[in-house]
């Protein structure tokens, strides 16, 4: 009879039932570092992905005969897509299994890495990314929960470390994959890239990644709270790309900001009278979550921001895609270290809130050191290794808080406000130091560079008092429930 209830399963039932982990899998002692190691995959195509855009700026703009605001959209279209579909995808990944949406997220990523590979414009380049979006919303609205579900509570910050240090190598291959490629094959196999990587993790995540035990009921869905959330980043990002040299006049610009704005408020009123909000106000109001998601964007800011400045500084300069690329290798390079080796240099004494203090304050005096010193080779690979160094040790202390503070059964809702937080402030360290670069651009001296990396600073300096302002010990023992 189980078999012929299999046989007339609908097609709904087939694509929308999670499967489970092979028996022999789920049994193992350490099946969680398989599950672990599986997410990691997808972590180290996002921000593979994202470090390798930026270095294809100049070949893109080249081909496609555009401005740098309008190029720098292939980046931000990504990043709003991304803010706008993370709390949303992991409100409904709680609702109807995680590992579902994670292994779709893979299918749609894979497909549409290809197609930009074969766009025949910039339009159509920009609208693939939106789809590529989406499936990488499918993906980053899972990892976290994903990882913090699956592993031991003790293990917690170990497998997080070790998905932040995944993170870190996509990105330091990023800059240097990419610079090859575009100096070699061209621009278009930057994507390319993505799809062997992404048919290797969907099938491991079909046989390793385990089945939503707990799991939230949904009642519904607030489409206007994601409509004006939309509204809201995008108009707001859309008049700081204005502002960087969009064709758009001045009263354009500040109608942008105010419907930005307007949107914000709107959304926020949203939100605390809608029967099932998009964002859980409760979780915002515990401090652990709140200043941590304000450490988040700007962690991702600090992050983001010279894989778009180094570029355009070193090339400008005369040096190589590849020759800039390899530069920036070394701040994934340092962030890497950090969060994989962090555990055993650190004291043991030394909780989260003050990693986070002292991750924030070695990218404080790592951007002071740059604003000081010549943006040539030398100096930037020193420096930008030591700011890695300070953001690794940062992040996964930063998200051990945030996750520690939520319950399990909202985990994948906790995931899209980590990752929300994460698109957000990588958006604004593509969109602001491309403003800074417009507003103040080198004669002589490159005073442009200098606004961008103190916009970098200020967003360091944040962080700091994010950390510092966090609660004294961790979350409690019993804010989380593992089934």
């Known amino acids: 009879m189980a078999l012929s209830g299999e046989r007339h399963l609908s097609w709904r039932d087939v694509l929308l039932r999670e499967r489970p982990r092979p028996e022999r899998i789920r049994l193992r002692p350490g099946a969680w570092w398989l599950a672990v190691s599986t997410v990691c995959f997808g972590a180290f195509m996002g921000q593979l992905d994202a470090s390798i855009v930026t270095l294809t700026y100049g070949s893109?703009?080249?081909?496609?005969?555009?401005s740098l605001a309008a190029v720098e959209w292939v980046s931000l279209a990504y990043l709003l897509t991304l803010v706008a579909l993370l709390v949303p995808i992991g409100r409904l990944s709680d609702a109807y299994g995680r590992k579902l949406f994670y292994l779709y997220g893979f299918v749609v990523f894979t497909a549409a890495s290809a197609a930009c590979g074969l766009a025949p414009s910039l339009a159509t380049l920009v609208a693939f990314r939106v789809v590529q979006a989406a499936g990488?919303?499918?993906?980053?609205?899972?990892s976290v929960a994903l990882v913090a579900t699956s592993a031991p509570r003790e293990r917690m910050r170990t497998a997080l470390g070790v998905q932040a240090a995944a993170q870190a190598l996509g990105l330091a291959l990023g800059p240097t994959v990419g610079g090859a490629l575009v100096a070699t094959l061209g621009w278009r196999w930057v994507f390319g890239i993505n799809v062997p990587i992404g048919l290797v993790a969907l099938v491991a995540g079909h046989y390793l990644l385990p089945r939503t035990r707990s799991r939230q009921q949904s009642d519904g869905f607030d489409w206007a709270g994601l409509a004006l959330l939309v509204v809201a980043t995008t108009s707001g990002l859309l008049g700081v790309s204005a502002a960087s040299g969009l064709p758009v006049p001045g009263w354009g610009v500040a109608g942008l900001f105010v419907l930005a704005a307007g949107a914000g408020w709107a959304f926020a009123v949203r939100q605390r009278v809608a029967a099932v909000p998009l964002l859980d106000l409760a979780l915002l109001r515990v401090r652990a979550v709140s200043s941590g998601l304000i450490g988040a964007l700007c962690g991702y800011l600090v992050l983001f921001?010279?894989?778009?400045?180094?570029?355009i500084v070193l090339t400008g300069g005369g040096s190589s895609e590849l020759t800039a690329g390899l530069v920036l290798t070394a701040l994934p390079v340092g962030f890497a270290v950090a969060a994989t080796a962090a555990d055993r240099a650190l004291p043991a004494a030394l909780g989260d809130r003050g990693r986070c203090v002292l991750g924030a304050l070695i990218c404080v005096a790592a951007l002071v050191a740059m604003v000081l010193a010549p943006l040539t080779?030398?100096?930037l690979v020193l420096l930008l290794a030591v700011l890695g160094l300070g953001l690794g040790i940062f992040t996964p202390a930063n998200n051990t808080l945030i996750m520690g503070a939520i319950p399990a059964r909202s985990s994948g809702t906790g995931g899209g406000l980590v990752n929300m937080a994460r698109g957000l402030g990588t958006a604004l360290g593509v969109a602001l130091v491309t403003l800074a670069l417009h507003l103040a651009p080198p004669h002589g001296v490159p005073d442009g560079p200098r606004w961008a990396v103190l916009v970098l600073l200020m967003a360091a300096l944040v962080a700091v008092y994010a950390a510092r302002s966090g609660p004294r010990a961790g979350a409690r023992a019993g804010a989380r429930s593992r089934t």
């Open 60 to 66: 893109v703009r080249t081909e496609f005969h555009a």
């Open 377 to 379: 080779p030398g100096p």
């Open 136 to 142: 990488a919303a499918m993906m980053q609205a899972n």
């Open 305 to 311: 921001g010279p894989l778009v400045l180094v570029p």
